[in-house]
């Protein structure tokens, strides 16, 4: 069965500040898809990035970057020079490869972003 | 390009009645998902449809139902409602009827249920 683990719930920062987000999954499968969203106040869910467990490198993607360890079953998110804009709650998802497209959230991190 | 939209925005039921929900995807995506998220939690699996056919069921009883129209759009109905059956519901549209390295689900605003 799949599963993700957020552990921290809130975290505050000064804004320019840096912020990482962690992320630890469970599967059996030897492939599968992780991925960020974002959920602002206004409730929609907005997907930010992905790392299938196949691909070699970690990415940067504008001020957003990963770090995916398959060793410890890890998939860290973090927002570089942080905004007010980014105050947001942020979940870890999991999609296993086969039979459905099922998603399978942690319980998210509540982001502050003080001016 | 129109994102996902979901109808209505809010609604207000009392206990026993039944709500339909209801979901457009995007186009050009055949697979719709649909998600319960209550407050303070992640969001959770209900039901997968694509091309008509349920393609998965999270753990939930079945006085949750749904189906998905040749158009591709979906209804999710929930029959008589408890007060903990109060959340955001969420549709999620993508090309295919499992995650592959390039499709991805994208969500719609959702639809906040409140049972009194």
């Known amino acids: 069965a799949q599963k993700v683990t957020q552990a921290q719930t809130e975290i505050s920062v000064v804004e320019k500040e840096d912020v990482t987000l962690d992320c630890v999954y469970e599967t059996r499968d030897t492939t599968y898809y992780l991925f960020w969203y974002k959920q602002p106040p206004s409730g929609e869910l907005v997907f930010l990035i992905r790392?299938?467990?196949?691909?070699?490198q970690n990415e940067i993607s504008g001020r957003y970057s990963w770090n995916f360890q398959k060793s410890t079953s890890s998939f860290n998110f973090t927002i570089t020079a942080s905004q007010v804009v980014d105050s947001a709650v942020y979940f870890c998802?999991?999609?296993?490869?086969?039979?459905?497209?099922?998603?399978?959230f942690g319980k998210g991190n509540q982001v502050v972003v003080i001016p | 390009d129109a994102g996902v939209t979901q109808s209505p925005t809010h609604l207000i039921k009392t206990r026993g009645q039944h709500v339909t929900l209801r979901c457009s995807p995007i186009?050009?995506?055949?697979?719709v998902s649909w998600y319960q998220q209550v407050l303070g939690q992640g969001p959770q699996f209900i039901f997968q449809?694509?091309?008509?056919?349920?393609?998965g069921r999270g753990n939930f009883p079945d006085r949750f139902s749904a189906r998905q129209f040749p158009n591709y759009s979906s209804e999710l109905n929930v029959n008589a409602l408890l007060l903990g059956d109060s959340a955001l519901y969420l549709c999620?549209?993508?090309?295919?009827?499992?995650?592959?390295?390039?499709?991805?689900?994208?969500f719609g605003p959702g639809t906040r249920l409140t049972v009194l």
């Open positions: 790392r299938n467990s196949f691909d070699e």
């Open positions: 998802a999991l999609s296993e490869a086969e039979g459905n497209n099922r998603l399978a």
């Open positions: 186009s050009g995506h055949k697979s």
């Open positions: 449809y694509y091309e008509k056919e349920e393609r």
């Open positions: 999620a549209s993508s090309l295919g009827p499992w995650t592959t390295s390039t499709d991805t689900q994208y």
